[in-house]
């Protein structure tokens, strides 16, 4: 068998398993990604931003799908599926730089979203309702306090009705004895959630987007691959790979 031929075939064979393999990690990025999204969506007001996180899952679902395919039509030297892995992974790569620009520009927009929601979430702390949840998580979970920092509770009616004391999940891990006393700062996050949480989220969207990037590269290499294989199968009969 031409030794160019037995290699071509075993780069397409690699490529399918490299798809399958990039189905389950894009899979995880997308789901954590809309994961870290969802646990702070009552600061995050555009819903949109979730919208790479969700193209990343239809990608990946789709990339089990073509990986199998490739994989049967490279063993079973079919021409029509080849040229239907060759169109697909051009889909997909489409589909993958779609999602790239969407992050890049919402990355962009992370700052003033939070900005606009997170003083009005802020604002109608009362202890029990939906919003005091989001905030107590987002507080504790960041070990932060207010929204540029602990001083932007004064301005919160919370303040004033609780004799001067912010809500308890300012507190510092392990504090037993704060009671969220503005008069207790050594007992207490002082520094703002906003410029965390846009941290946190930056970070993520920034993983997903060199993840999205990386597996576009991969893809490009693979339509090269085929195209390779195909002109190569034009010129001479195209042999099995266990011949």
């Given at each position: 068998m031409d030794c160019g031929i037995l290699t071509s075939k075993t780069v397409l064979l690699f490529l399918s398993l490299i798809?399958?393999?990039?189905?389950?990690?894009?899979?995880?990025?997308?789901?954590?990604?809309?994961?870290?999204?969802?646990?702070?969506?009552?600061?995050?007001?555009?819903?949109?931003?979730?919208?790479?996180?969700?193209?990343?899952?239809?990608?990946?679902?789709?990339?089990?799908?073509?990986?199998?395919?490739?994989?049967?039509?490279?063993?079973?030297?079919?021409?029509?599926?080849?040229?239907?892995?060759?169109?697909?992974?051009?889909?997909?790569?489409?589909?993958?730089?779609?999602?790239?620009?969407?992050g890049f520009i919402y990355r962009g927009r992370i700052k003033g979203d939070l900005e606009k929601s997170m003083n009005g979430v802020f604002e109608k702390y009362d202890g029990v309702n939906t919003e005091a949840h989001a905030v107590d998580y987002l507080q504790s979970q960041m070990e932060c306090c207010g929204v540029n920092n602990i001083s932007d509770w004064t301005a919160f009616p919370w303040f004033s009705q609780h004799n001067n004391s912010v809500p308890h999940s300012c507190c510092k891990a392990n504090a037993t004895q704060c009671t969220g006393l503005i008069t207790q700062l050594d007992l207490l996050n002082t520094q703002g959630c906003e410029a965390k949480l846009e941290q946190m989220l930056q970070d993520v969207l920034s993983y997903a987007l060199l993840v999205i990037l990386g597996f576009a590269i991969v893809k490009l290499f693979g339509m090269l691959s085929i195209c390779v294989i195909t002109c190569r199968s034009k010129k001479n009969d195209y042999q099995p790979l266990y011949a």
């Open positions: 798809f399958w393999a990039a189905g389950a990690a894009l899979a995880y990025v997308g789901s954590y990604v809309i994961r870290s999204y969802n646990s702070f969506e009552n600061f995050v007001s555009d819903k949109y931003s979730v919208i790479p996180a969700a193209i990343i899952i239809g990608v990946a679902v789709v990339m089990f799908v073509i990986g199998t395919v490739g994989c049967c039509a490279t063993l079973r030297e079919s021409k029509v599926g080849l040229g239907f892995f060759l169109i697909v992974i051009l889909i997909i790569f489409a589909a993958e730089v779609t999602a790239f620009v969407f």
